[in-house]
């Protein structure tokens, strides 16, 4: 099992998605927060995913959500780079966020 590492951007990513999507309903919310935790989790146990835009990194879409989460492996670390909105322009920047742990 990998070591699970979010990169503070991928951090503020997760917490921003949440707090929308609070305001508009909790359970809702309470739903999401548990589909990405269970994702990551599942990632750390199998690390499989679509080949990412950015060269290094892969891509999981969060089950029975809007949302994918973008990451690399690195030894024993899964390191969660971002968490995007599927709505969002997130293939148009090059930026990974892997300098950013």
């Not at 999507?21 to 309470?30: K, L, T, Y």
């Amino acid at each position: 099992m990998k070591t699970v590492v979010w990169s503070s951007h991928a951090r503020s990513q997760y917490l921003s998605a949440l707090g929308f999507v609070v305001e508009r309903n909790e359970a809702a919310a309470a739903r999401l927060s548990e589909r990405i935790e269970a994702t990551t989790a599942a990632l750390a146990r199998r690390s499989v995913g679509r080949p990412g835009y950015a060269e290094g990194t892969l891509e999981k879409i969060v089950s029975g959500t809007s949302y994918v989460l973008v990451f690399g492996l690195s030894g024993d670390e899964l390191r969660i780079l971002r968490l995007f909105h599927m709505a969002q322009d997130w293939r148009g920047g090059r930026d990974t966020g892997a300098d950013d742990q």
